[in-house]
């Protein structure tokens, strides 16, 4: 027995109209036909789901009436794939492959040959065919920038800003460009007229074996107060990094996060994780909401950035900011209502789109550009446009900076800017991790990879007659284009003091080529790519008591300008071989 909704769909087409003739013709008399045809052997058969008529990735009702309206009144005079229509996989279309579509779907009936659970080719040879099947094409794998993409957002913070009623405009998220120029000189005065500005926010990822490093930075045009005996600046930059831990799933695990609080910066984890307080304390707890997004406070006036909690709360007069994407579903950059007294609405919100900091034309490639920076590092900005009041308010000129030149002053050997471009020294610094921990890098564009090879002693320069002790001093600039840092005058390595590696090796063979790799505690290092040099080096013999005796001639210090490339250094008493690369990911 038929169901009720088959008969009548039958019944109904049936007395509409005749049925109109199928295009196909089936070959009759003497001619001979080939059982299993060929009709196109350059060509990869399409994927489809028998029964799908309209291909649209579901089978319907409107598959049987789509159908029969084909075949009763040439409406539609194709179809997208005339093999999903052919339930029975019989090469001919015919009312008994809508019945069966019918059955399928009210009396539970298996009349639909396959492909119908999932995606597949025909079976079989006829000449139907399928010129387009749209829901069994599989997406295109997203490309890298997409799955980073996807990756900030998916991190994204929802941020707290906090808002002062006599400059709620100036406390507002805005892109840099927002007047529609990069001259950082004209943003104290444009931010006066620029109404109420669209959220971005930049972003960068950096990639380990181990870890995803995450940096968001937050842009205000105006860093500013309105208390006597303060000082305020054009432009503002701060931000925050996160650490994600790669445990094999899309997004691993969020581990901590460093924020920027001017020259200070502030460490928290997500509860218990695989990274502990190390030679930073650690500054609270980091709250999630739901489930990977940090919440975080940023201060109204000066914007340094702190986890959310304690004192760093909405105290009635802020604004939210959400990620666009996990929360709207697409990316989108809207603007916030101007809070109380202006609008009545205590709490505005408002939902961000993320700016990769890498894109073409972007921040990272404006970094050597005039108009944008006063110098490598720190951005341009001056005193006009009532920057300061010239009394008891003072502005400070070309003060703020990118994720690249920020800076912990209190620190120690962590330099300017590695947040940005070495994010794993900082971490291996800044927490004790307890688990596989890489400090090399599978993308990072901020870097050049300097490795240290091969070094030969020529020459022995010791006056004790013993064979010399050599080590390295090797330095290279940090985000604000300064080589020493703190109390690290003697550069990234050195036979004691070394920022990154104290080394010396103790009388090693003359004339012997040493492998650095196996010599050193550590041979490969990441400077930012920034103006020349890339790196300055001198090798040195360690002696005790004396003074230590140069392994070059003539004794001074090398430096090299390129980027890339194998080089051999010929320092008559020494022989040194380095390689520079971009780091991968670089441009």
């Avoid at 070959?27 to 052997?41: E, Q």
């Avoid at 890498?358 to 108009?371: H, I, K, S």
């Avoid at 020294?425 to 991790?433: C, E, K, P, T």
């Avoid at 090693?508 to 196996?518: Q, V």
């Amino acid at each position: 027995m038929r169901p009720i909704a088959v008969t009548l769909v039958l019944v109904v087409f049936t007395l509409l109209s005749p049925p109109v003739a199928y295009a196909v013709k089936i070959p009759v008399g003497d001619i001979a036909i080939d059982p299993n045809p060929v009709l196109d052997p350059g060509r990869e058969p399409l994927q489809f789901r028998r029964g799908d008529v309209r291909a649209d990735g579901n089978i319907a009702l409107s598959d049987a009436i789509t159908l029969l309206r084909h075949l009763f009144f040439g409406d539609p005079a194709t179809l997208p794939c005339a093999d999903a229509a052919d339930t029975d996989d019989d090469g001919i279309l015919t009312i008994g492959d809508a019945v069966a579509i019918l059955s399928h779907l009210y009396s539970g009936s298996k009349q639909i040959r396959g492909p119908v659970v999932a995606c597949g080719a025909d079976p079989t040879n006829d000449f139907l065919g399928c010129d387009s099947f749209p829901a069994c094409i599989a997406d295109p794998a997203p490309s890298d920038a997409e799955k980073r993409l996807d990756m900030a957002y998916h991190y994204a913070p929802v941020h707290h800003q906090d808002a002062s009623d006599s400059g709620y405009r100036y406390d507002m998220l805005a892109r840099i460009d927002f007047n529609g120029n990069w001259d950082m000189a004209s943003k104290w005065e444009a931010a006066a007229t620029m109404g109420v500005p669209a959220a971005h926010v930049y972003y960068s990822v950096v990639s380990t074996a181990t870890h995803w490093y995450l940096v968001y930075a937050f842009y205000h045009p105006r860093d500013w107060t309105n208390e006597s005996f303060d000082q305020e600046h054009e432009n503002d930059m701060e931000g925050l990094l996160l650490v994600v831990f790669r445990d094999g799933s899309r997004y691993g695990k969020l581990e901590a996060a460093v924020t920027v609080a001017h020259l200070d910066f502030y460490s928290y984890t997500p509860g218990p994780t695989h990274l502990s307080a190390g030679a930073e304390d650690l500054d609270g707890n980091l709250g999630l909401i739901d489930g990977s997004h940090p919440l975080t406070y940023q201060e109204a006036k000066g914007h340094g950035v702190y986890a959310y909690g304690g004192s760093h709360t909405e105290d009635g007069d802020g604004i939210w900011y959400y990620p666009s994407l996990p929360y709207l579903g697409h990316e989108e950059a809207t603007r916030p209502a101007l809070p109380t007294p202006q609008s009545g609405d205590t709490n505005p919100k408002a939902h961000y789109k993320l700016l990769d900091i890498f894109e073409a034309g972007g921040l990272w490639d404006r970094r050597e550009n005039a108009e944008t920076f006063h110098s490598f590092g720190s951005f341009r900005g001056d005193d006009g446009g009532e920057c300061g009041d010239g009394v008891t308010v003072t502005c400070s000129e070309n003060s703020p900076h990118p994720p690249w030149g920020w800076d912990d002053v209190n620190d120690g050997p962590v330099f300017a800017g590695e947040l940005a471009f070495d994010p794993a020294h900082l971490v291996g610094r800044y927490f004790h991790v307890t688990t596989a921990f890489a400090r090399d890098y599978e993308r990072n564009p901020y870097a050049v990879e300097i490795v240290l090879e091969e070094l030969t002693v020529l020459s022995n320069q010791d006056p004790s007659g013993d064979r010399s002790d050599p080590y390295f001093n090797l330095y290279f600039g940090d985000g604000v284009g300064e080589e020493t840092h703190g109390g690290y005058g003697d550069g990234i390595v050195d036979g004691d003091s070394g920022a990154q590696v104290s080394w010396v090796l103790w009388d090693p063979p003359m004339s012997t080529r040493i492998n650095l790799a196996t010599a050193m505690p550590r041979n490969r290092f990441y400077t930012i790519k920034s103006t020349v040099p890339t790196f300055r080096i001198r090798v040195m013999d360690w002696d005790n008591g004396s003074g230590d005796e140069w392994l070059m001639s003539p004794a001074q210090p090398y430096a090299e300008e390129r980027t890339s490339g194998s080089f051999t250094y010929e320092f008559g008493r020494s022989r040194l071989k380095v390689r520079l690369t971009d780091a991968p990911g670089g441009r």
